[in-house]
């Protein structure tokens, strides 16, 4: 008994110690905080502190009651500070020493004293997001996209949601093409943006921004709201104020590439060198001429008109390929810009290429040739077609930007052009033919542009605007044809053609328009006025031995003389809200003065452009889009028209003698959805466009002289329909990207005063998956498949249908070894009709030898290369085209970037 | 009868005046960033995050982008619980989410139940001095920065009870990141007049049996629809749902 008793003690005393030494080893404050009337202060923050206030010992937020309590305190030093900080009340603090917490537990009563203190409003910046929406820029970081294959900006922007790349190695952002490519905000290439797009090192840059309603004027900038597309890049700081580059070499066997590109972004200058040597055939970076890249040209319409004069052989196959292959081609070229800028806002570029390119194709092709009039042959060919290019630019412009009312710049272009091309035909089989065309152009062309802006005494921006343009152009086509035909045809025999063409132009265009901005709207008014002159001597011979036929045309002068006055003006609403309209319109009399030569009848001379559309943002990126148009012009291209051009069948084409106004009618309508952070992006066009007008124009055939009356574009009715799906599925690991298109056009034709309804239609469907697993395999897959049908209508030839479906495809699988290597082997397949298939195999590998150095191994081969397609080669026949291809080689490539 | 319309007209003014009676208050915004592939994958969508502030009452919401689900996919955004009432006299959380209609319904939660671990890490962020602190928080791993010179013991979403506001909010995974953008000062009427404050709503128990409930329901659902043309399909039709907060669902 006695010893459970002293159990019992023990264990009491046990007990008692244990929680005597809990209690001092953690003592606890508690207390009220009151108000001096005597309410309880809610939400106060109670913390205590070592005395360097620096660390939190125990903190609480006060309850509804005013009561806090802060528990398990850890005593390591002699004196502590208790806070108590509130939005509403005084700060209140006091030195705590340890001796206070012997007891184990502290209680206050505290009274806070009101007081009116507000925080200071404060902006904190924000770690970035891989982007930014901020008004009309869309702004990426570009590291955030870079990935092992990319390597240069158009390979970044390729990752980046929202753009899409053609071929040729044009960029639209959600649909539109974009117009310029800053860097650091300059304009250096103007509309040649490829040229940094397809050379500029992505490294480089550190942000991708998206401008939308770009304009580079800074007046204008506050009323005009262009709906042009342009990207700034801008570089990373440790490239800047420092020349860098790539340097870029390849050999295959016999052929060369070498690929130099530097850039030298200094505060006030900016140099810009890409030279680029390749006989190799892949697609090189540095591109000058503006007919090899389509469209894109400093000079205006007006000019590249005259290069549109340059025929393509129409039996000449393309190989229908879009994977990297060796021809026989040769492209040499060196682009310098250099930007200098002073810091009163004036900025001066010069900019100054050459180039030259050739290229030497041979095809067989086999022939089948089904014609409505009953004939069917067979028919093999050897082709040989050589191209070759040389061209020079020359450009400089000055900007200003000194005053803050007065902006400006002038321009000046010149270029000088050489082409020639070679084409020779031998074919035998059902009959015997031979042809041999050559042509050459040389051109010389100045163009001159500028702009001052000024803002008036009333607010308003006055522009002032002009564009000149002197050229001249010389070409010379020969055609030679020795033809047998089983049949008897008026064309048999030997028949020669050729014929010279000098042009000389002039043209002048000055603009005087008021811009303003109100509540009401954004507005433009103003005044055009146009002068085209054009000279033209022509001289042509054609001869044919069987018909006994032949025609001189020697020194035959042309003059052509126009004034037009225009008189336009757009309204856009200032609405900041979702919906926004705009009106735009031109009114005019264009031309009202025609001198020319030649007799021509005009119907009417008034012209107009007259648009309309609503616009509603869905959110920064997204947006439907409605608008519906309606225009009539005089189809100045054929009545300006350089003179005959020979087709390859030595058709001559004389310009147009009666024209009757063209008017296009038409509606759009555009649903674009761009979602960044769930990486998906949609976009939906469609269009409907009526045309009507005419222009009436004769061609003979030479030699036989027969003439042929054509009315075309008598009506014609076009439906376009267009989407595009893009989406990544993060949780599957793969992206999906599909391409509609629906075409179909319904256009009356006249030809020798026969009516013919033509119907073209086009459906296309395109769907790429590419996954993105986190195991270094990855693959691609992609199939189009198309189909275009052609219905003719003719009283003369009777109906003909010809349709067609293609389907093209390939796989890819992408290999990755660490960080350093990465192969890929691409599989291309393509069934042209229902037969032919034609194979390509591709083998990539890239290793990362270094940090700069980057070497490459590139297989190609062609398989099954045989391909056989389908096409109509005038009104009344068709062919079947079979041709040979070959292409196989092996390209050893290295890059180093400094 | 006269004086009771009197009477009436004068409670119903004594009311709009307090309806309209602005307090002080503090608009506090947040970038946001959510993964809303949670736990399955990354997918992140970035929201613009407000705070209203005032002396004993909050409102957080979040403002999202439109969201586009994959084909085979439903996205229930269920556990975007993002819409948050605090009122700390009532020691009350109330958020809000929307049902399977769409319709938000609200529910009560424990105000600040997190039990945070603060540790003497010190990080700028732009101009404000802020330490650390760690907490679990329903199956999740959180670190906070707050600013102890911003005695506001609050934060985005359901956190806060720090000794000053959350700046960076940031769940272990980096699935969840706020960080402040910006705070200015505004006179809002009293939120605490808002009607889904004054109500009461079910508490998370309520919420938790709600969603075991229709889970139960789905699945049945699924279980019950034809096996289309797939004969030799060796899986049952499965449904997942993801959440944000980890509860015994």
């Known amino acids: 008994m006695i010893h459970s008793v002293r159990l019992l003690f023990f264990l009491n005393f046990l007990l008692l110690a244990t929680t005597s030494i809990c209690q001092t080893a953690l003592p606890k404050i508690s207390g009220n905080l009151l108000t001096y009337e005597s309410k309880p202060v809610i939400g106060a923050m109670v913390i205590l502190m070592d005395v360097h206030g620096k660390m939190v010992n125990a903190y609480a937020i006060s309850k509804s009651d ?313 028919l093999y060919q050897n082709t040989r077609y050589a191209m070759k290019t040389r061209e020079s630019l020359v450009s400089f412009l000055f900007k200003h930007d000194r005053k803050s009312n007065t902006t400006g710049q002038f321009s000046m272009n010149i270029k000088t052009s050489d082409h020639g091309q070679i084409y020779e035909d031998q074919t035998t089989g059902d009959f015997a033919d031979s042809l041999s065309e050559d042509y050459e152009q040389q051109r010389l062309i100045l163009t001159s542009s500028g702009q001052e802006t000024i803002r008036t005494g009333f607010g308003s921006l006055f522009k002032i605007s002009y564009v000149m343009d002197i050229g001249q152009s010389e070409q010379h086509q020969a055609l030679s044809t020795v033809r047998f035909l089983s049949i008897q045809s008026p064309v048999s025999g030997l028949n020669n053609f050729s014929q010279w063409m000098q042009a000389k132009w002039m043209s002048g265009h000055l603009d005087l328009s008021l811009l303003d901005r109100s509540k009401l709207g954004r507005w433009t008014g103003g005044l055009r006025m146009s002068m085209d002159r054009e000279q033209q001597i022509l001289s042509y011979h054609s001869a044919a031995v069987m018909a006994s036929g032949s025609a001189e045309f020697l020194q035959r002068r042309r003059v052509i003389q126009s004034q037009a006055i225009i008189m336009h003006g757009t309204w856009q609403s200032t609405n900041t809200g979702k919906l926004t309209w705009f009106t735009a319109g031109d009114f005019g009399i264009a031309p009202f003065d025609v001198k020319d030569s030649i007799e021509l009848t005009m119907e009417g001379r008034e012209v107009y452009r007259l648009s309309a559309g609503l616009d509603y943002k869905l959110s920064m990126l997204s947006g439907i889009r409605f608008s519906a148009y309606r225009n009539r012009w005089t189809p100045s291209s054929e009545w300006f028209h350089s003179g005959p051009i020979l087709q390859a069948d030595g058709q001559v084409r004389y310009p147009a003698l009666e024209l009757k106004p063209e008017t296009m009618t038409g509606v759009n309508f555009t649903i674009s959805r761009v979602n960044l952070p769930n990486s998906f992006t949609a976009l939906l066009y469609a269009s409907l466009i009526f045309t009507d007008g005419a222009y009436r124009r004769i061609s003979s055939r030479s030699p036989s002289n027969s003439l042929t009356t054509y009315m075309p574009f008598n009506g014609q009715q076009s439906q376009f329909v267009s989407g595009n799906v893009s989406k990544h599925f993060l949780a599957l690991r793969f992206k999906s990207m599909t391409d509609v298109s629906i075409q179909h056009i319904n256009g009356n034709t006249r030809l020798d005063d026969v009516s013919i309804r033509n119907l073209y239609g086009r459906f296309s469907l395109h769907q790429r998956l590419i996954s993105a697993f986190a195991f270094p395999l990855n693959a691609e897959f992609s199939y189009e498949i198309s189909r275009h049908y052609n219905r003719l209508k003719s009283a003369m030839t009777g109906d003909m249908n010809t349709a067609q479906w293609q389907h093209v495809g390939y796989a890819r699988l992408n290999g990755r070894f660490g960080e350093k290597g990465f192969v890929s082997m691409i599989y291309g397949r393509r069934l042209l009709s229902a037969s032919e298939t034609l194979n390509t195999i591709d083998l990539f590998t890239r290793w990362k030898a270094s940090r700069s150095l980057y070497l490459s191994i590139t297989g190609h081969n062609l398989t099954n290369a045989m391909a056989m397609e389908r096409r109509t080669v005038s009104l009344n026949a068709t062919t079947d085209q079979r041709t040979s291809l070959v292409g196989r080689y092996i390209l050893f490539s290295a890059e180093w970037s400094f | 009868m006269k004086l009771f319309t009197l009477l009436s007209l004068l409670l119903t003014y004594s009311y709009v005046q307090t309806e309209a009676q602005p307090l002080r208050t503090y608009i506090i915004t947040y970038q946001g960033v959510f993964n809303v592939k949670h736990d399955l994958d990354k997918q992140f969508r970035p929201y613009r995050s407000v705070l209203i502030e005032q002396h004993d009452a909050s409102h957080f919401f979040m403002q999202p982008g439109q969201m586009e689900g994959g084909v085979n996919e439903v996205m229930i955004e269920s556990d975007t619980s993002f819409r948050v009432f605090k009122q700390p006299s009532a020691n009350k959380l109330i958020f809000g989410e929307p049902d399977l209609a769409g319709k938000e319904k609200f529910y009560e939660d424990t105000l600040h139940s997190m039990r945070w671990s603060l540790s003497e890490e010190v990080k700028q962020i732009d101009s404000i001095t802020c330490k650390k602190a760690d907490a679990w928080f329903r199956g999740r791993h959180y670190t906070a920065w707050y600013a102890p010179s911003i005695p506001i013991p609050n934060g985005p979403w359901k956190m806060g009870g720090l000794p000053g506001l959350i700046i960076e909010l940031r769940e272990a995974k980096g699935d969840m990141h706020f960080m402040l953008e910006s705070i200015r000062m505004a006179s809002i009427t009293d939120l605490k007049q808002n009607p889904v404050m004054q109500k009461n709503h079910p508490d998370i128990q309520a919420y938790i049996i709600y969603w075991q409930k229709l889970i139960a329901r789905m699945k049945g659902m699924a279980a019950a629809q034809p096996g289309s043309d797939c004969l030799t399909c060796q899986t049952a039709p499965s449904i997942q749902i993801r959440r944000w907060e980890k509860l015994p669902l």
Do not use: C
């Open chain 1, 66 to 378: 005013g009561g806090f309590e802060l528990h398990s305190l850890k005593i390591f030093d002699s004196l502590f500070v208790l806070k108590i900080e509130h939005m509403q009340y005084e700060s209140w603090s006091r030195m705590i020493s340890s001796t206070e917490l012997v007891s184990g537990h502290l209680n206050l009563k505290i009274q806070l004293a009101p007081r009116n203190l507000s925080l200071q409003e404060i902006t904190v910046k924000a770690p970035p997001l891989p982007y930014r929406i901020y008004n009309d820029t869309t702004e990426f970081r570009a590291k955030a996209y870079i990935t092992g294959e990319t390597r240069k900006v158009e390979d970044l922007l390729k990752n980046i949601q929202g753009f899409q790349l053609t071929d040729d190695g044009r960029i639209f952002f959600q649909g539109r093409e974009i117009d310029r490519m800053l860097l650091e905000g300059e304009d250096l290439t103007d509309r040649h943006y490829r040229l940094l797009s397809k050379n500029l090192n992505a490294s480089l840059i550190d942000r991708v921004q998206v401008v939308d309603n770009y304009t580079a004027d800074r007046l204008m900038r506050e009323v005009n709201r262009s709906g042009k597309i342009a990207i700034n890049l801008t570089l990373d700081s440790t490239f800047r104020n420092r020349l860098s580059g790539t340097v870029g070499a390849a050999t295959s066997g016999g052929r060369q590439m070498m690929d130099v590109s530097t850039v030298l972004p200094a505060g006030l200058i900016k140099w810009l060198t890409f030279t680029n040597f390749n006989q190799t055939g892949t697609q090189s970076g540095s591109q000058l001429s503006d007919d090899r890249l389509g469209e894109h040209s400093i000079s205006d319409s007006r000019q590249s008109r005259n290069s549109l004069s340059v025929f393509e052989p129409m039996q000449i196959s393309q190989p229908p390929l879009d994977v990297r292959y060796a021809r026989d081609n040769e492209d040499a070229s060196t682009i310098q810009v250099l930007s200098i800028r002073n810091r009163k806002g004036q900025s001066l570029r010069l900019f100054a290429g050459h180039g030259q390119s050739s290229l030497h194709r041979n095809a067989e092709l086999e022939n089948r040739i089904k014609s409505v009039i009953n004939y069917d042959w067979r």
